[in-house]
Nanobody, 123 residues
């Protein structure tokens, strides 16, 4: 069993940066792929990034590649999403998730989810 809690969301201007954190409980945290998803109003929840337990490999959605970086600290049971060069279209509720499979990009393959944190990119 893994419980996930996101933090770090907020309001940021276009071009700005924000770091999201995901605190995980559970002794087997390091066994899971950690992923980040987002959901904008009226849209499907979409994949953003994922990272296997050892820090490699990683996967990113094309829309965030080169701007977002996913990382994790297994000793602290934490996962992070560093977001830079933010755009208004990045506005969404961001969720962290955990999966036993190797680097899935489908939301249906993630077993555990956090409650989400709002990110708003606006001037």
């Amino acid at each position: 069993q893994v419980q996930l809690t996101e933090s770090g969301g907020g309001l940021v201007q276009p071009g700005g940066s924000l770091r999201l954190s995901c605190a995980a409980s559970g002794r087997t945290f390091s066994s899971y792929t950690m992923g980040w998803f987002r959901q904008a109003p009226g849209k499907e929840r979409e994949f953003v990034a994922a990272l296997r337990w050892g820090g490699r490999p990683t996967a990113y959605a094309d829309s965030v590649k080169g701007r977002f970086t996913i990382s994790r600290d297994n000793a602290k049971n934490m996962a992070y999403l560093q977001m830079s060069s933010l755009k208004p279209e990045d506005t969404a509720v961001y969720y962290c998730a955990a999966a036993l499979k190797l680097l899935p990009v489908s939301k249906y393959e993630y077993e555990y989810w956090g409650q989400g944190t709002q990110v708003t990119v606006s001037s």
